[in-house]
Structures are given as C-alpha cells and as structure tokens.
C-alpha cells in the first residue's frame, strides 16, 4: 500500500477530529479516494468483529481472507497485509482476530 494512502487511512481511523470535508482536496485524488474506502472496508469489519460475530483467518497468495460467520451465511473480506496489521489496531478485532495473517 503506498505511503499516502496507508497514512490516510491510519489518520482518519485514529484521529477522531480528522474531518474529510476539510481535506476533501486531498481526498479527491485516487489515492485519497482509495484510503477512504479502505477505512470505510475496516470500519465495516471491525463492527462486524465487535458484534462477537465467528471470525477465521487464511492466507492465500499473499493475502489474507478474513471469513465472518453470520447466522444466514459468511462474509468473505480480503485483505493485504498492511490492511490486515491496521484492522488489528482496533481493541475488537484483537480479540477476535490471530496475530499472524
């Protein structure tokens, strides 16, 4: 993941005054475009793992499949690396989620 993205993405998940409207210049961009989803992608799984939802982690080809068990079927998330490191930043997903991915 580049370096601005990855920064973006940490500071919009740790800075609770991080306003996108005022960096909309710098989010506007691929890249910035790219950390907000990505941020949007581990805020959505971090509820789901907060919810005590049955998670499994794989790595298939330099990846890592995050599986999240619902009561009517699974939602399969694939992640890189760093992704994966910054969702184990969140306090739910430590405890539900192995270290090693």
Do not use: C, K
């Not at 907000?36 to 907060?50: M, N, Q």
């Not at 009517?72 to 690396?81: D, I, Q, Y």
């Amino acid at each position: 993941m580049p370096g601005f993205v990855e920064r973006a993405v940490r500071r919009m998940r740790e800075d609770r005054g991080f306003s996108r409207n005022r960096h909309f210049v710098a989010l506007s961009s691929p890249e910035g475009r790219r950390a907000v989803r990505i941020a949007r992608h581990l805020r959505s799984l971090e509820r789901d793992l907060a919810a005590g939802l049955p998670a499994r982690v794989q790595t298939r080809d330099g990846r890592v499949l995050v599986t999240i068990a619902y009561r009517g079927g699974t939602r399969e998330a694939w992640l890189s690396p760093s992704e994966y490191r910054m969702l184990l930043d969140s306090p739910a997903a430590q405890g539900a989620l192995p270290e090693e991915g």
